[in-house]
């Protein structure tokens, strides 16, 4: 059982369960920090209350200046229409800097980060009825705005799927903060809308597509399908058809690994003339196939290049990672 699930009722991804306190027992000296802050038993365990109010306060104080008012609830958007959105929740996957760094194994300290001072662009299915349960496309760019081709919009109709992305999350960006960006657009969509978590996707182009290979991996639990849009990253060195070995970009949880190499989806978008394209041969072949992952494939474009996939192949790229999940009942 995930931490999130004991925390809230809800379960990011319904057909596995995460073992229970699978970073407590990997690093003692992390899960007695963990504790002085106010954990019982690590990511998996319990908050103790008063410890996490009172941290919860000193984050509210020292914000020290108003941030923007959330908008309306998400259920009261028109649908097809693209609207701009706030929100003020992250959950303990984004919002401790401690977890955010560990899922990772990074050197670096993750940077100060407030979800209400940012916004998204969200854009409901035009023909969603507000009842019938949707996907969640969450999507990463290269770029500071989360644009998307208006051809993608009928694919993502189509396949009943929200799109979300969050403004000022492109390459120049911290990776923490653009992480904690996507980990909390699934939080909080899923807070108000009724999202199938079967069907919860993250996905980016260039850069933003690298970020997606590692949520997709070290965040797995709240993934369950990613699609990498002309770049990847892995948590191996791996010899590539080039000629050359790409390094290790993150190293995940041990324990997490099995789950997601039994249960996610990857979908390795790329192009006959992308300059990522030998990298993400290598990720597939001599990361994703040698390391055992059950679900991943790759989608190569004829005569195309680093540019965004047309809407067919996002068509093919989507049926793939909803593979058995649409009008099937949740287990």
């Known amino acids: 059982m995930s931490f999130y699930r004991r925390q ?14 699978i970073f407590f027992e990997r690093n003692r000296a992390l899960s007695e920090a963990l504790l002085a802050i106010g954990w019982e038993t690590g990511f998996a365990g319990r908050v103790r209350t008063i410890p996490w109010l009172l941290f919860s306060l000193l984050l509210v104080t020292a914000r020290g200046q108003e941030t923007p008012a959330p908008g309306p609830p998400l259920s009261e958007l028109k649908p097809g ?16 800097p401690v977890q955010v760094r560990y899922r990772l194994m990074a050197a670096e300290e993750p940077p100060a980060y407030d979800v209400s001072k940012e916004s998204y662009e969200i854009l409901l299915p035009a023909d969603w009825d507000g009842k019938a349960p949707l996907g969640l496309f969450i999507w990463i760019h290269s770029g500071d705005a989360p644009q998307i081709p208006k051809e993608w919009e009928k694919i993502l109709t189509k396949h009943q799927l929200v799109f979300i992305g969050a ?18 657009a699934n939080h909080n969509v899923r807070q108000q809308l009724p999202i199938d978590g079967r069907r919860v996707y993250v996905s980016g182009f260039s850069g933003g597509s690298r970020v997606a290979s590692m949520l997709g991996v070290a965040w797995g639990e709240m993934f369950s399908g990613t699609i990498c849009c002309m770049g990847v990253n892995f948590y191996t060195d791996v010899a590539a058809p080039d ?52 679900h991943a494939r790759v989608f190569e474009i004829p005569r195309h290049g680093h540019s965004l996939p047309p809407a067919d192949w996002l068509d093919q790229a989507l049926s793939f990672v909803d593979e058995g999940k649409r009008n099937a009942p949740a287990p």
């Open 8 to 21: 809230t009722g809800r379960q990011y991804y319904t057909s596995a369960s995460v073992p229970d306190a």
């Open 167 to 184: 403004n000022r999350s492109g390459n120049p960006r911290n990776v923490f903060d653009r992480i904690r960006l996507a980990v909390d």
């Open 81 to 96: 229409v693209r609207t701009t959105v706030r929100f003020t929740e992250s959950p303990p996957q984004s919002a401790d």
């Open 243 to 294: 000629g050359k070995v790409y390094g290790l970009s993150y190293l995940p949880d041990k324990d997490l690994l099995p789950l997601v190499k039994k249960s996610c989806r990857f979908a390795l978008v790329t192009g006959e003339k992308d300059f990522n394209r030998a990298n993400t041969l290598g990720a597939f072949e001599n990361g994703f196939q040698k390391e055992g992952f059950a």
